[in-house]
């Protein structure tokens, strides 16, 4: 059985960059042999600029992350939604583990861009 992972990352702001970059980081879970949840992919339905559809994800994100063994944090900064997600992370005592660029690349290559 693969382990869960919660794919942390930001998505506001450069949406259509932010979800490229999902696309990598899902890459990356799955070529580690992880089955990644990836809640960015709600914005391909739901537009994150309406601050109700953008609560919707959240809630949808946050749901899945009850089953989840670990949440892997991907990017530089940690946006609110993030903290948010993390903070739901640590009161469940599920694991979480920062990923860096540089594993990413090891693994998959090219860059984040």
């Known amino acids: 059985m693969m382990k869960k992972v919660y794919i942390?990352?930001?998505?506001?702001?450069?949406?259509?960059?932010?979800?490229?970059?999902?696309?990598?980081?899902?890459?990356?879970?799955?070529?580690?042999?992880?089955a990644p949840i990836v809640p960015h992919f709600y914005a391909l339905c739901l537009d994150d600029n309406i601050l109700a559809e953008r609560e919707l994800g959240m809630s949808a994100g946050l749901s899945l992350l009850w089953f989840c063994d670990e949440l892997w944090i991907f990017g530089e900064k940690v946006t609110d939604g993030m903290a948010a997600e993390i903070r739901f992370c640590q009161s469940l005592k599920i694991k979480?583990?920062?990923?860096r660029e540089e594993e990413i690349t090891r693994m998959i290559g090219g860059n984040a861009k």
């Open 8 to 34: 942390c990352a930001p998505l506001g702001g450069d949406v259509e960059g932010n979800i490229k970059r999902a696309i990598r980081y899902t890459e990356y879970a799955l070529k580690c042999g992880a």
């Open 96 to 99: 979480s583990r920062n990923i």
